[in-house]
């Protein structure tokens, strides 16, 4: 039962534009957010993180919106550059669990 | 500052063996998480370890056991290995409390 969903298994971006990446989750529980970003052979390392209190956080060129009510989240990165090609995982917190998506695909082409 | 460690970074092994994968914490943390990403997927949660016990327990078997140390460090075994169980298994560290882990760069285990 996949709690936590991205829906777009890969994305492309021409490099200076916007790149927005959407998540979606079921359990009304999840009080806290996090993106993280995966590069081949390597572990995630933790992108940016929303607390369910708030609706928006950046962090220079990364903002992430939090819409409880939609039960949606979504990342957005300007401008993208092509070191952001990368597989990009949101991920819930339920108690002392992460409960991740299956991750999108971010290719930023020059 | 070294973050997380995880020993080794690639095994295969037959059906029926048994696995023993090792983690090291990040300097600082005292909270182990274990996570299997199985091709294709995200990582999914096994268990957490603190003050040497299980916190925490996913949808994994009884296969799966592990064992945290004095000095944090983490153990993942699995017994009775099924093809199925072929994955990347991550370890992720963190201070207890903390919602941000740390992850290493994970084991590639392979059945076959």
């Known amino acids: 039962d996949q709690q936590v969903k991205q829906n777009s298994p890969s994305l492309s971006v021409q490099e200076g534009r916007i790149s927005i990446l959407n998540c979606d989750y079921t359990?009304?529980?999840?009080?806290?957010f996090l993106w993280y970003k995966k590069y081949p052979a390597e572990g995630p390392t933790f992108l940016i993180s929303?607390?369910?209190?708030?609706d928006k956080n950046e962090d220079g060129r990364f903002t992430v919106f939090l819409n409880k009510s939609a039960k949606h989240l979504s990342l957005h990165i300007v401008p993208s550059q092509p070191g952001d090609s990368a597989v990009y995982f949101c991920?819930?917190?339920?108690?002392?669990?992460?409960?991740f998506g299956k991750g999108t695909s971010l290719l930023v082409t020059p | 500052d070294a973050g997380v460690t995880q020993s080794p970074t690639h095994l295969i092994k037959t059906r029926g063996q048994q696995v023993t994968l090792r983690c090291s914490p990040k300097s600082g943390h005292d909270t182990v998480s274990w996570y299997q990403q199985a091709l294709g997927q995200g990582p999914q949660f096994i268990f957490q370890?603190?003050?040497?016990?299980?916190?925490q327990r996913g949808n994994f078997p009884d296969r799966f056991s592990g064992h945290q140390f004095p000095n944090y460090s983490s153990e993942l075994n699995v017994n009775a290995l099924l093809l199925g169980d072929s994955a990347l298994y991550l370890c992720?560290?963190?201070?207890?409390?903390?919602?941000?882990?740390?992850f290493g760069a994970g084991s590639r285990l392979t059945v076959l």
């Open positions: 991920a819930a917190s339920g108690g002392y669990a992460l409960n």
């Open positions: 992720a560290s963190s201070l207890t409390g903390a919602n941000v882990l740390t």
């Open positions: 370890y603190y003050e040497e016990e299980e916190r």
């Open positions: 929303i607390s369910s209190i708030k």
């Open positions: 359990n009304s529980m999840f009080d806290y």
